[in-house]
């Protein structure tokens, strides 16, 4: 484990990610002292005005905002839209710092229960074979055969908007990759001798699987899984871009970008004049992503067995 | 001296075969033998004879395409083949265990050694993790590993190949079980490691006063450690005796053959004797004795029908139809000083 940590700070490619992740990580412990949220729900980015145009970065809160919190007695924490304001005059600020941990919890929440469902189908599958094996994977093959973003889309729709039923659609279609991993090197694993010796001990099902199979064959569903946390947030950022994903005002990247829908190509004459509405949740995305996908690349060239061999 | 005794397994015409597309390979058919509480059978032949499905099918871990489809396999007067899996499940380990071939693939590499010896016993003793890791330390001091304090958290990688076949061996006798099955335990170690666990397998079986079955196809291993002998050729069993008789008056030609082949020191003998002949194809078995087409003795009768095991003398029995033969060979002294 030492000499995976080593590798992993000794990396370019992998520091980098590590130091990406590191400070989005930073962001979403802090959000609440980065970004102090003005209501009850935190993940309700606060707005600015009332403006259909975006403003600049570094607008000022309007005054008839600024009359309602003070009716309402909220004490306003801060009052410049530092990265502008979106359309509806949406903070752009308080939208990435918050919606760090959006992506945080759809990348991780989706990621780890999509991982324990295609675990647990994949290696029944696996260890049982014979019509086992013929209904699962035929089921598998049923779930890969609808295109993943129409089908996230259609259930996300039928489920109802939030973020939560994002999550779900996001999980009912992305169990299965990790359910074809697991099975196809547990496949292999289970021919080894160990297995057999371990059954002829008297040890049960389920405990070969959990305790002798699994720690010999998780590490590539685990690469796979990490670099999935990237893309699963990518998806629900485009549920949310396509407008099915997060409530209107949720503190999601996505949902950001989708708030610049209208004003990606500016004003006649100055085409970058909206570019903060899509460029700071653009970066956001890309850079969270990136940081993922380092990781889960060297995590697989350090745990890949056919590198392995020098330990 | 044994035939008063009632046998601790009894295996009657036994019967294993595989189902592959291209169509059954009968591996293991037809083959009987008796162990006796404490005593070491030793169960001899070539590759792929069915020493090793023999001793699956007893232990009921086949998987498909391979299916025991007759005969009995009786373990302290209870037929095995009868078990449903839950009941299989608390005989292994505990009742029958087993030892394999290969230290090096037969202990798991991402589980302490520790863990592995403590696990069976975790389940057939219900103690807790402390008392069973307590164990597994005794375990391995008894099998001869220095420093088992140490050894029981390393991982099979860090333990040298005689020692992960010690391993294997605490493994196996963690419960105590009343058989246990050595399946080539020898075979991937070098001479001196073999003759140590040799030496350790026959100083525990003294002290636990079990039984073995010891498979292997090195007739010098059964001649260190067995009592009576089971040779098998093609899935049967075709001479079955003591030790000494098996050595000293052998009356299958295929015993026979396989002693005349072993490389002897007090003998002057320009060139050794080799079965003439491969191990013929399991698809497609001879009609008649499956030795035939290998065998000088063969006749027509051998061509046409199958033999069946016949008792010789008490305890001898021979799967032949031309012992008188054989005996005459014998007799000739083509087997001086065996």
């Excluded at chain 1, 001990?201 to 305790?211: E, H, N």
């Excluded at chain 2, 008796?34 to 232990?59: P, R």
């Excluded at chain 2, 004797?273 to 006749?299: E, M, Q, S, Y």
Aim: charged share 20%; aromatic share 10%; glycine share 8%.
């Amino acid at each position: 484990m030492n000499r995976t940590l080593k590798k992993l700070f000794s990396n370019a490619a992998s520091l980098t990610g590590i130091i990406l992740l590191v400070f989005f990580i930073i962001i979403a412990i802090f959000a609440p002292v980065i970004a102090p949220p003005f209501s009850d729900d935190p993940y309700q980015i606060p707005r600015m005005s009332w403006d259909v145009h975006p403003q600049p970065p570094g607008f000022p809160m309007s005054d008839n905002i600024r009359e309602i919190y003070d009716y309402m007695g909220t004490e306003i924490k801060y009052d410049k839209a530092i990265c502008g304001t979106a359309e509806g005059g949406y903070d752009i600020f308080y939208g990435l710092i918050w919606g760090t941990r959006t992506a945080f919890k759809i990348g991780i929440i989706t990621v780890s229960l999509s991982m324990l469902i295609g675990i647990l189908i994949g290696s029944i599958s696996a260890y049982f074979g014979k019509w086992v094996d013929e209904i699962l994977m035929r089921l598998t093959d049923i779930f890969l055969s609808f295109p993943f973003l129409v089908a996230a889309m259609v259930l996300t729709t039928v489920l109802g908007r939030g973020l939560d039923k994002v999550m779900i659609a996001l999980i009912v279609f992305g169990w299965m990759g990790y359910a074809r991993v697991i099975r196809g090197s547990i496949l292999s694993a289970k021919e080894e001798t160990y297995v057999m010796a371990a059954k002829a001990l008297g040890v049960k099902d389920a405990k070969i699987i959990w305790k002798h199979l699994l720690p010999n064959t998780i590490f590539p569903v685990l690469i796979q899984g990490s670099m999935n946390i990237g893309s699963m947030v990518i998806t629900a950022a485009a549920l949310s871009f396509l407008g099915v994903g997060a409530p209107v005002g949720y503190a999601d990247w996505g949902q950001m970008v989708s708030f610049a829908r209208n004003w990606i190509i500016g004003a006649p004459g100055n085409a970058g004049q909206y570019w903060y509405t899509v460029f700071y949740p653009g970066i956001f995305i890309v850079l969270f992503v990136l940081a993922w996908n380092l990781i889960g690349d060297t995590l697989r060239d350090i745990l890949d067995p056919r590198l392995r061999g020098e330990l | 001296m044994i035939n008063n005794r009632k046998p601790l397994l009894e295996v009657k015409d036994l019967k294993t075969y595989f189902f592959t597309e291209d169509g059954v390979v009968k591996a293991v058919d037809g083959v009987d033998f008796e162990v006796y509480q404490g005593e070491t059978l030793g169960i001899v032949g070539e590759s792929a004879c069915g020493k090793s499905v023999t001793a699956f099918s007893i232990m009921k871990l086949l998987d498909y395409p391979g299916k025991t489809v007759g005969g009995e396999v009786i373990f302290k007067g209870e037929n095995l083949l009868e078990k449903t899996e839950d009941e299989m499940r608390r005989i292994r380990g505990k009742e029958i265990a087993m030892i394999f071939q290969e230290p090096m693939t037969a202990l798991n590499p991402v589980l302490t050694v520790g863990f592995q010896i403590s696990e069976a016993l975790m389940i057939h003793f219900k103690i807790s993790k402390e008392e069973a890791m307590k164990k597994s330390v005794e375990l391995l001091k008894k099998v001869g590993i220095p420093i088992p304090e140490q050894r029981v958290n390393e991982y099979p990688h860090q333990l040298s190949g005689g020692m992960r076949q010690r391993a294997m061996i605490a493994m196996a006798m963690s419960c105590d079980p009343s058989l246990l099955i050595a399946d080539e335990p020898t075979t991937a170690l070098d001479v001196t490691i073999q003759a140590q666990i040799l030496d350790l397998m026959r100083s525990l079986l003294k002290d636990f006063n079990g039984s073995l079955i010891m498979i292997t196809h090195d007739l010098g291993v059964i001649a260190e450690i067995a009592d009576r002998i089971a040779v098998m050729y093609a899935g049967k069993v075709v001479e079955h005796a003591d030790k000494k008789t098996i050595f000293h008056n052998p009356l299958h030609p295929y015993t026979f053959g396989l002693l005349t082949s072993i490389p002897r020191l007090d003998l002057e003998l320009k060139r050794l004797d080799t079965i003439p002949g491969i191990v013929p194809d399991p698809l497609h078995f001879p009609v008649g004795c499956k030795f035939n087409p290998r065998c000088r003795f063969a006749t027509d009768r051998c061509k046409e029908e199958e033999p069946c095991l016949v008792k010789v003398e008490e305890g001898h029995l021979v799967r032949c139809w031309n012992i008188e033969s054989v005996i005459k060979e014998v007799k000739k002294g083509l087997l001086v000083g065996v």
